[in-house]
Every structure is written in C-alpha cells, then in structure tokens.
C-alpha cells in the first residue's frame, strides 16, 4: 500500500517502518500537521471519531479500522467522503510494538479505507484478500 509520508498514531518502538515520518502518542498526531500520503491504524476508542474526521479533511491516505459501517464516524467521515473501501476477509492479527503477534484476533471485521483516487487504485491493486466497494461518495 505504501510508501507513506506520514502516520500520525504509532508507539514510540516500531518493529518496522510504517512511513517516513511518524508521530507518537507524546506528539499528538491529531494536532500535528499531516502531509502527504498518511497511514492511519487510528487508536480505537471513543476518539476514533477525531482521526476520522481529521484523515477525511485530509483527503490523502489509507486508514485501517473495524468496519463499523453503522455508526455515525462511518455516515460522517467515511461513506461521504472516502473513494474505495477493502473490507478485508478473515479477522486481522495485531502485533505489539514489539513485533510480537497478539494471541487473539482483532475480534471484529476490518476494512482498510482508500481517500482519495490514487489511494484507491493502490487498494485495488494490492491483493488484499477481501471485497473492495468503490462509486459511493456523493
């Protein structure tokens, strides 16, 4: 999917490199500048909405969260604005900062989310075992 230029949310010990630049926690990627191509894993929790939003008024990455196309962070910061969605086969494994995987699943389904049109050829061209649904946003 990569390279990317940014992701706001990472721990501050990473296994790997998930883009050129990288905010943690202690920087508060929600008030930082975001340029680029960003990849968003948001925290999940009630501040979800927040990374959203912000990555929405952004226009230029890729975000990874649970596919909860119910709730209103999907009607506002998704399904208006996003130009592809992966909803991805299977439940995802998660690792810990470091690169150790999680014992369990994520436990809910995930989608990867695609703004803007180059975001979305990349998502299509992935191979990403999954369904990807573009033409919505309105």
Known sequence: LGPFDLDPCTP???PWETAAKR???EDNG???PWVGRV??????GREIDAWMEKMALHGNGIALTFARTETAGWHEYVWPVADA???VRG????HKPDGERAKANAGAPSALIAYGRENARRLKAAGIDGRLVTGFAI
């Open 85 to 87: 969605i992966l909803f």
């Open 12 to 14: 501050p010990e990473m």
């Open 91 to 94: 439940r995802l494994h998660f």
């Open 23 to 25: 905010y943690t926690e």
């Open 30 to 32: 929600l008030i930082q």
């Open 39 to 44: 990849w968003l894993n948001p925290p999940y």
